[in-house]
């Protein structure tokens, strides 16, 4: 009797250790996401701000990820005082009738200031070579990406963590290019 509780025991702790091994390894799992296009491309949905560095969000609509990317940008902004144009690309999936009743639209049409623009085909999104929900790029006055990246530390995790830090120090107008990872959905997704 006794030996078979113990058996019992190590195979639950087995369980739970396994189970949270698969957990943290979705949670803190870095997107593949390519070289974003370093001079900014001549876009004509996107227009460029040539008087300010302009920041781009790309989101999907129904990626679990972005309230968290949208909490930290606003965090950042609200830190930063920054005099920027950001855009917010909207990826469109198939059969998406209306994104303005997206609880996430929702959120970031209420920072100020914001352009919100939809990516039916994810032509922005090709145009940019970008391919994950989370992911920000930003551009200095002259059109040099001077970051790009995600702001968030793992899937839908907020808090301090080394690309809102980036994103900062970049906005700041600190020499270098920046660079973190982006923990999102994948921009095809339906």
Not at 85 to 95: D, L, M, R, Y
Request: glycine share 8%.
């Amino acid at each position: 009797m006794k030996n078979s509780l113990y058996l019992i025991t190590g195979i639950w702790l087995i369980c739970i250790i396994i189970s949270l091994y698969y957990i943290s390894s979705y949670m803190f799992k870095v997107s593949e996401n390519p070289q974003a296009c370093p001079i900014y491309p001549n876009n004509q949905q996107i227009i460029f701000d040539k008087t300010k560095d302009n920041l781009i969000l790309f989101i999907h609509p129904f990626c679990p990820c972005s309230h968290a990317t949208v909490n930290e940008l606003k965090r950042v902004l609200a830190k930063t005082n920054a005099n920027i144009a950001i855009n917010v690309v909207f990826i469109k999936p198939k059969g998406l009738k209306s994104i303005q009743q997206n609880d996430l639209y929702q959120e970031i049409s209420q920072i100020k200031g914001v352009n919100i623009i939809f990516d039916r085909s994810n032509v922005l999104a090709g145009a940019f070579n970008i391919n994950t929900s989370g992911s920000i790029l930003l551009y200095d006055i002259n059109g040099n990406l001077i970051f790009q990246g995600g702001i968030t530390g793992g899937r839908a995790e907020e808090g301090d963590n080394l690309g809102k830090s980036r994103l900062i120090q970049a906005l700041k107008n600190e020499s270098g290019k920046w660079q973190s990872p982006v923990f999102g959905c994948s921009l095809l997704t339906k």
